[in-house]
């Protein structure tokens, strides 16, 4: 397996990214590159996961919307992470979440943790998160799919 970046949205990665698919049971818990508004307000930065080519996508925001999630000031919250569909089950989502921390420190250096909602319903991704050391906050959200466990990673 070649090495797994994590890189800043760029116009070379949209070809790509516009092929992503997901399974229903999955798609139903995130939101797919091409369904994205086109345009990203300030504050919320596009990361691809690349291996040769786009294999995952993923926001973070730096948006007042983040202290819905936590009281801390200098977090940014992590949204519609994933992987296309033929792309998984190698590795590419652990790995990118495991350079997450370094990817923070030197994109956004006045950041101390990253948090994120994850379904209750959605054990795989539940699972994934804490196997890459994101901890749950025991808050707890109403999402568009039902109850959302509130998950942190110090970085």
Known sequence: MSSVTLEPLQDKHWPVLETFTLPLDQ??????????????????????????IPVGF???????????YTDNPNALLLSIFSINHPAQNNGYAKSALQQLPEYVRL???????????????????????QTV?????GRRMTGPVGEQRIMSLTV
């Open 27 to 52: 798609e139903k818990y995130t939101t797919l590159p091409k369904d994205i508004d086109s345009i990203i307000p300030d504050g919320v930065h596009p990361v691809v996961i690349v291996n040769d």
């Open 58 to 68: 993923f926001l973070l925001h730096d948006t007042e919307h983040v202290q819905s």
């Open 107 to 129: 994109h956004f250096s006045d950041k101390q943790q990253v948090v994120l909602s994850v379904n209750l319903k959605n054990e795989a991704a539940f699972s994934l998160y």
């Open 133 to 137: 050391g994101f901890t749950d906050t």
